[in-house]
């Protein structure tokens, strides 16, 4: 059984008196361990697919499950509990507070999945050993390089063990040479932790990681 499963995926907007159709039954589904790149030029849908598998945004019809329990559209109070336990994010613009050190980042990421004290900040250090930045535990993001705030945000999502990790174009605000490092990074650590992996990308490196790469065109996947 797959572990993040989108079947006819609809999503409307109202645009004043006018219903705007982005997303027009996308489908996809991505197994433990698997590395899925999603392609498609601006406007094509991939950034409302994506936060709708994030369970950030609610679709208009059709069916996500994630870990074998589906989202119900009808209850979004739902949402925050499907992002905790089940969803790890990565984002373009890293996202991570200032003011906390690179280990207290991905501890605070555990504290919000209810784990606190030693056990999470073992767990936090074990997370930034496995992304290759024990000695750098204690740097604030502004002493880190893009690289290395990466690779803290990376470790974020790992924390908790959410089986499904959902990158939104990762590489895109780092160089050629430390962007090949973090997709290599991304792909060791998906296999040996047998977590899911979904980036949403216009990086063409991102094809030597994948397993598979889908296109999405006016709201629809191209498989």
Request: aromatic fraction near 4%.
């Amino acid at each position: 059984m797959s572990v993040l499963e989108a079947t006819n995926v609809t999503k409307s907007f109202r645009e004043g008196s006018e219903s705007v159709a982005v997303l027009k039954g996308a489908s996809l589904a991505l197994d433990r361990g698997e590395i899925v790149a999603l392609e498609g030029p601006s406007g094509s849908g991939k950034t409302t697919f994506l936060t709708i598998l994030g369970c950030m945004l609610t679709p208009t019809s059709g069916r996500v499950a994630i870990d074998g329990r589906e989202v119900d559209p009808n209850r979004p109070d739902l949402l925050p509990e499907f992002r905790r336990e089940s969803i790890g994010f990565v984002f373009q613009q890293f996202n991570l507070f200032p003011a906390l050190t690179a280990c207290e980042n991905v501890e605070y990421a555990l504290n919000l999945k209810g784990r606190y004290g030693r056990s999470a900040r073992r767990e936090a250090e074990r997370l930034l050993e496995a992304v290759g930045l024990s000695e750098r535990r204690g740097f604030l993001p502004s002493d880190l390089s893009g690289g290395q705030k990466q690779r803290v945000a990376i470790a974020r999502a790992l924390a908790g063990s959410a089986p499904v990790l959902l990158a939104d174009e990762p590489t895109a605000n780092l160089d050629s040479q430390v962007g090949t490092q973090v997709l290599d990074l991304f792909r060791r650590l998906a296999k040996d932790e047998q977590r899911a992996l979904l980036i949403v990308t216009h990086d063409p490196k991102v094809r030597g990681v994948a397993d598979r790469v889908v296109q999405i065109r006016d709201g629809v996947i191209l498989n």
